[in-house]
């Protein structure tokens, strides 16, 4: 007898096959059959059967492969809120900021750097995170331990391998050739100990607590060669790197081609102030793919954007000429930092400047808009664009925001769309077989955006309102093959065998929800959260997690494992 039929559903397998109604049992946390058989008679009998009622999608569940729930997870075994959104399985330490390994001296400098990369609340962080570990392969028994609803793969970090040799070093200069090969010796015992692989970043926004730039960015070409050589050393792993203006697409051609390893270059967005630049890059990828380096273009199917103040202003900080702010201690010397006419000059020139990847420019005025104001007399402006008053007004845009911060005591919020605001544009990136979809950054950057939800609004909005891609499409893009991308065998697909990793939604109405702000982190800080629309059911491992209204089933245990072993 199966523990579980689900039948009448119409089945989408994440492999691509066209959809079909039909029926399928799990028992011991696997599929044991899949039939086409709506009724599902010769699956035999089950302890429990749930009824598809022909109009229910069956699919794998949603695989994530960008998060950030390092931390999250040692305090809130949900990875909220990813596990109500449709995904079984999250991959942590992107960018490679992870919490492990961490010595104890370290830990609140990891924290504070988190806050400030991740934008993650400071006080959830110190009042939350569990530390009862140094290593990194304590940290996966730990993980282990405690249990958690989605399966887990985790990254090992670079800045925190770097935090772990160098000390507090790591954000000031390179490395020796015995640190590196130290830093070497870590990595390959994390990647025998479990890691899915090794993450980095190089991107010029990724800073902690006072603009220092994050360890890895501070590690140069033989650091680069040396640790991602340990993943062809060992075999297993796939490189992953947030990729800023230094990190070519040759010079990651270069990586592949040394250690034979995946390479996953995030983030690969459709940038106003140069929208050809990605597709100039898939173009690179393409041929070193051609060549048989297997290079993936993390993309993503929202346009990137997000809430913010003057007081934390993440979007402005890749620019260089944004450091004398970033430096700037307290309010007094911030507030003159903005005034200045000289700084100004030197963001509005730098703003103006073509070719620099994934940052603020000049073309975004139009799509920065003024939220919610602290100062009555500048209610009128909510709900109006900088490009807007500024046009208006016959005064610079850059001029005409920060004055609008200073006089409304840094507290305008803000929301600017970033990238991939173009839709057209995007759907090129979303169809095109060397993208992986992904980049949700769930975990992360809480207070100001949520976009967990990516796998359900690309089966709303990409596939049924646009019908850029078949459902059918849609489904394999975040399942089998992000599945395959990383080497996690048995998941991201309906066929015998495979773990019961499973999503049951109704394709008529699928997608996510309004945004809303919600206080549930540890010390009661704020998060925006986007609910699941049109989602029946979810299973871990054949275990339920979400019921049938959609609603997270809080007593489901523990069903997730953490995924120690990857193919080859
Ligand atoms: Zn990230």
């Given at each position: 007898m199966h523990d579980l039929v689900i039948d009448r559903a119409r089945i989408v397998d994440g492999l691509g096959t066209p959809a079909y109604e039909g029926s399928l049992a799990v028992a011991g946390g696997r599929i044991a059959a899949v039939s086409r058989d709506p009724a599902g008679r010769e699956l035999g009998s089950a302890a429990r059967r749930v009824d598809g009622g022909s109009g229910l999608v069956l699919a794998p569940g949603i695989v994530d492969i960008h998060t950030h729930y390092d931390a999250q997870l040692t305090w809130d075994p949900f990875a909220t809120p990813s596990s109500a959104l449709g995904v079984t399985t999250v991959v942590i330490g992107n960018c490679g900021f992870t919490i492990a390994p961490c010595r104890p001296a370290h830990r609140d400098l990891t924290v504070r750097n988190l806050t400030h990369v991740e934008g993650m609340s400071l006080e959830a962080l110190r009042e939350g995170i569990a530390w009862d570990f140094e290593t990194y392969p304590e940290y996966l028994a730990s993980l282990e331990r405690r249990g958690m609803v989605p399966n887990v793969a985790s990254f090992l970090g670079h800045s925190s391998l770097r935090t772990w040799v160098l000390g507090e070093e790591a954000t000031r200069r390179a490395a020796s050739d015995t640190e590196i090969a130290h830093m070497r010796a870590v990595l390959v015992e994390a990647l025998r100990a479990g890691a899915v692989g090794f993450a980095t970043s190089t991107a010029e926004q990724h800073n902690g607590e006072n603009g220092?730039?994050?360890?890895?960015?501070?590690?140069?070409?033989?650091?680069?060669?040396?640790?991602?050589?340990?993943?062809?050393?060992?075999?297993?792993?796939?490189?992953?790197?947030?990729?800023?203006?230094?990190?070519?697409?040759?010079?990651?051609?270069?990586?592949?081609?040394?250690?034979?390893?995946?390479?996953?270059?995030?983030?690969?967005?459709?940038?106003?102030?140069?929208?050809?630049?990605?597709?100039?890059?898939?173009?690179?990828?393409?041929?070193?793919?051609?060549?048989?380096?297997?290079?993936?273009?993390?993309?993503?199917?929202?346009?990137?954007?997000?809430?913010?103040?003057?007081?934390?202003?993440?979007?402005?900080?890749?620019?260089?000429?944004?450091?004398?702010?970033?430096?700037?201690?307290?309010?007094?010397?911030?507030?003159?930092?903005?005034?200045?006419?000289?700084?100004?000059?030197?963001?509005?020139?730098?703003?103006?400047?073509?070719?620099?990847?994934?940052?603020?420019?000049?073309?975004?005025?139009?799509?920065?808009?003024?939220?919610?104001?602290?100062?009555?007399?500048?209610?009128?402006?909510?709900?109006?664009?900088?490009?807007?008053?500024?046009?208006?007004?016959?005064?610079?845009?850059?001029?005409?925001?920060?004055?609008?911060?200073?006089?409304?005591?840094?507290?305008?919020?803000?929301?600017?769309?970033?990238?991939?605001?173009?839709?057209?544009?995007?759907?090129?990136?979303?169809?095109?077989?060397?993208?992986?979809?992904?980049?949700?950054?769930?975990?992360?950057?809480?207070?100001?955006?949520?976009?967990?939800?990516?796998?359900?609004?690309?089966?709303?909005?990409?596939?049924?309102?646009?019908?850029?891609?078949?459902?059918?499409?849609?489904?394999?893009?975040?399942?089998?093959?992000?599945?395959?991308?990383?080497?996690?065998?048995?998941?991201g697909r309906l066929t015998a065998g495979a773990w019961a990793d499973l999503i049951l939604f109704d394709p008529a109405t699928v997608g996510r929800g309004a945004r809303r702000r919600v206080n549930d982190l540890p010390t009661g800080a704020s998060r925006l959260d986007t609910p699941a629309v049109g989602l029946h059911g979810t299973w871990v491992n054949g275990v339920r997690t979400v019921d049938e209204r959609g609603a997270l089933i809080r007593d489901c245990g523990r069903p997730g494992r953490l995924l120690r072993e990857f193919a080859a």
């Amino acid at each position: 007898m199966h523990d579980l039929v689900i039948d009448r559903a119409r089945i989408v397998d994440g492999l691509g096959t066209p959809a079909y109604e039909g029926s399928l049992a799990v028992a011991g946390g696997r599929i044991a059959a899949v039939s086409r058989d709506p009724a599902g008679r010769e699956l035999g009998s089950a302890a429990r059967r749930v009824d598809g009622g022909s109009g229910l999608v069956l699919a794998p569940g949603i695989v994530d492969i960008h998060t950030h729930y390092d931390a999250q997870l040692t305090w809130d075994p949900f990875a909220t809120p990813s596990s109500a959104l449709g995904v079984t399985t999250v991959v942590i330490g992107n960018c490679g900021f992870t919490i492990a390994p961490c010595r104890p001296a370290h830990r609140d400098l990891t924290v504070r750097n988190l806050t400030h990369v991740e934008g993650m609340s400071l006080e959830a962080l110190r009042e939350g995170i569990a530390w009862d570990f140094e290593t990194y392969p304590e940290y996966l028994a730990s993980l282990e331990r405690r249990g958690m609803v989605p399966n887990v793969a985790s990254f090992l970090g670079h800045s925190s391998l770097r935090t772990w040799v160098l000390g507090e070093e790591a954000t000031r200069r390179a490395a020796s050739d015995t640190e590196i090969a130290h830093m070497r010796a870590v990595l390959v015992e994390a990647l025998r100990a479990g890691a899915v692989g090794f993450a980095t970043s190089t991107a010029e926004q990724h800073n902690g607590e006072n603009g220092v730039p994050m360890p890895s960015r501070l590690a140069d070409e033989r650091e680069m060669l040396a640790l991602t050589g340990a993943l062809g050393e060992v075999g297993r792993g796939v490189f992953m790197l947030t990729k800023g203006m230094t990190s070519t697409i040759p010079w990651l051609e270069k990586i592949a081609a040394g250690n034979g390893r995946p390479v996953m270059i995030a983030a690969m967005f459709i940038d106003p102030g140069d929208p050809e630049r990605v597709f100039r890059e898939l173009g690179e990828i393409g041929q070193a793919r051609a060549r048989g380096r297997e290079l993936w273009a993390q993309v993503g199917c929202f346009p990137l954007g997000m809430e913010f103040t003057l007081r934390h202003p993440y979007p402005l900080e890749a620019l260089l000429a944004w450091r004398p702010a970033l430096e700037a201690h307290d309010e007094a010397r911030f507030r003159a930092v903005l005034a200045d006419p000289e700084f100004r000059r030197a963001i509005k020139r730098e703003a103006g400047e073509r070719g620099v990847p994934n940052r603020f420019s000049d073309k975004q005025w139009d799509h920065l808009t003024v939220m919610e104001v602290r100062r009555p007399e500048h209610r009128p402006l909510v709900g109006r664009t900088i490009g807007e008053l500024a046009r208006e007004a016959g005064r610079d845009p850059f001029d005409c925001f920060l004055d609008l911060g200073l006089a409304d005591d840094l507290d305008t919020l803000f929301d600017v769309r970033l990238f991939n605001t173009d839709e057209a544009r995007v759907s090129e990136l979303l169809r095109h077989p060397d993208a992986a979809i992904a980049l949700s950054d769930a975990g992360a950057h809480l207070s100001f955006l949520c976009d967990a939800g990516f796998g359900l609004h690309l089966f709303g909005h990409w596939a049924r309102e646009r019908g850029d891609l078949t459902l059918e499409q849609a489904v394999q893009s975040v399942t089998s093959r992000v599945a395959n991308a990383y080497r996690i065998p048995d998941r991201g697909r309906l066929t015998a065998g495979a773990w019961a990793d499973l999503i049951l939604f109704d394709p008529a109405t699928v997608g996510r929800g309004a945004r809303r702000r919600v206080n549930d982190l540890p010390t009661g800080a704020s998060r925006l959260d986007t609910p699941a629309v049109g989602l029946h059911g979810t299973w871990v491992n054949g275990v339920r997690t979400v019921d049938e209204r959609g609603a997270l089933i809080r007593d489901c245990g523990r069903p997730g494992r953490l995924l120690r072993e990857f193919a080859a």
